[in-house]
């Protein structure tokens, strides 16, 4: 992944590592909150060599990282049906806004208007709630793509920036935390308490970055002005 793709924006040397890095880590975990773990995700990204740079932003990364680089081949398999049993126990309620927060159902037309403003639709292949974790990092994945890729202009990666910086502060940031902290006492599973770990971790860091870089931004903007 490389940033240079957009000519017109300025990436300090301070924010490189991170914006490589965090579109990888959103799509790791979309992977694994998203669907069961075939033996395909798991040979994928235990060779995924961009996976190794990206795991070492977080305690929980490179925890997921020892884990699943550390498998011979041969073991794969076995380690995929136990950790597919483990993803349909803990992936019942769990995963969900609605559920964490004690909200109505209908709050998942409050995701669905989120997403439709930002001018994303999903494809639900399993009928995914709006609210379920990985839609809602998905949102953040297809964000973080348009603001390095389809931003032209300071302008435009200004305005996906705040989509992402409100989305973390209004709601994943909002429920997660309990969360993670309900899986965390809920398994034993390497892969999922590394997947918590890097979760509960990663996203108040990377509020702190999108906050970091806008003001970045801001201050390039009005230097030019």
């Known amino acids: 992944m490389t940033i240079t793709t957009v000519p017109s924006l300025v990436v300090p040397e301070a924010f490189s590592r991170w914006l490589e890095s965090r579109g990888l880590i959103y799509q790791i975990l979309v992977d694994f909150y998203g669907r069961k773990p075939t033996l395909s995700l798991v040979a994928q990204w235990s060779r995924n060599r961009q996976m190794s740079v990206a795991a070492e932003m977080t305690e929980g990364g490179r925890e997921l990282k020892r884990y699943l680089c550390s498998q011979e081949p041969a073991q794969l398999p076995l380690i995929c049906e136990k950790e597919n049993r483990e993803y349909k126990r803990l992936m019942n309620e769990l995963p969900r ?33 709006d609210d379920h974790i990985a839609i809602e990092l998905e949102f953040m994945a297809v964000l973080h793509e348009r603001m390095l890729y389809n931003s032209f ?41 590394g997947l918590s770990h890097m979760l509960e971790e990663f996203l108040p860091q990377d509020l702190q970055m999108l906050r970091a870089w806008k003001s970045t931004l801001e201050s390039s903007a009005a230097a030019m002005v």
């Open 97 to 129: 806004e609605a559920a964490q927060l004690g909200r109505e159902q209908e709050f998942c037309n409050v995701l669905s208007d989120v997403y439709a403003s930002a001018g994303i639709v999903f494809k639900k292949c399993g009928g995914e709630a």
């Open 153 to 193: 202009s300071v302008r435009s990666a200004m305005e996906l920036l705040e989509i992402q910086e409100n989305f973390l502060e209004e709601h994943l940031l909002k429920w997660t935390p309990q969360f993670c902290e309900r899986l965390n006492a809920a398994t034993d599973s390497p892969l999922y308490l």
